[in-house]
């Protein structure tokens, strides 16, 4: 059974400061999201990655994916208030019907002036 | 272009009544979903249509729970004699299923609260 473990799953950061978030999954898997969701809005596509060593970079944010560590990064430079939201990595369930996704619990970042 | 959607936004019923919530996916998507989300579970796949393929329920919590998508387009989510466990935000997403990408776009879910 496909597990994806996300941490911190609370983040408070600082603004200008650069913070990391883990996506660990257990079983084998070649597609990796990043979604983001803001207070009472739906899931908004942030990354799609879908090879080992893929690197996407959109603003102040960057994913990378290292398929035979079963990891995935966020990585947040220079953070500022406007991207306080939570953010949730998922995996393409190969073992299912190929068609779901798994997800993890979500990060939420807050981030403070 | 119009994204996904989905009706009722929200949606306040007693227990033991049965309530229907649909999706309207993006135009051309072959791929449906649906997910819940709650406070105590996370994201959790329920069911999933491709095309004219039988779906995959895998996901379903209990027989309770049932969806179709007619002319494989738009879906409904029926969930029998609601239990106030089944409170939730039920999201769909649909996706052009390419063998690469799969990336699901998803629509602004639906609020249930069972009284």
């Known amino acids: 059974e496909l597990k994806v473990e996300q941490n911190p799953l609370f983040l408070s950061m600082q603004e200008g400061k650069n913070y990391t978030i883990y996506c660990n999954y257990s079983?084998?898997?070649?597609?990796l999201y990043w979604y983001r969701q803001d207070p009472g809005k739906s899931l908004e596509s942030l990354f799609v990655?879908?090879?080992?060593?893929a690197v996407k970079q959109e603003g102040r944010l960057m994913a990378s994916l290292d398929t035979k560590a079963r990891l995935s990064t966020l990585h947040i430079t220079a953070a500022v208030h406007d991207l306080s939201a939570t953010y949730f990595c998922?995996?393409?369930?190969?073992?299912?019907?190929?068609?779901?996704?798994?997800f993890g619990k979500g990060t939420k970042l807050s981030v403070k002036p | 272009g119009a994204g996904v959607s989905q009706s009722p936004s929200n949606k306040v019923t007693e227990k033991g009544k049965d309530v229907e919530l649909r999706c309207d996916p993006i135009?051309?998507?072959?791929?449906l979903y649906w997910y819940r989300q709650s406070l105590g579970q996370g994201l959790e796949f329920l069911i999933y249509?491709?095309?004219?393929?039988?779906?995959?329920k895998s996901g379903l919590p209990s027989d309770r729970f049932s969806a179709e998508r007619t002319g494989g387009s738009v879906s409904t989510l029926t969930i029998q004699r609601t239990q106030q466990e089944d409170s939730a935000v039920y999201l769909c997403?649909?996706?052009?299923?390419?063998?690469?990408?799969?990336?699901?776009?998803f629509g602004p879910g639906t609020r249930l609260t069972v009284t």
């Open positions: 997403a649909s996706s052009l299923q390419t063998l690469s990408r799969n990336e699901q776009y």
């Open positions: 079983t084998t898997s070649d597609r």
């Open positions: 990655l879908l090879s080992n060593g």
């Open positions: 998922a995996v393409g369930d190969y073992g299912g019907s190929q068609g779901n996704l798994i």
């Open positions: 135009s051309g998507h072959t791929a």
């Open positions: 249509f491709q095309g004219n393929s039988a779906p995959d």
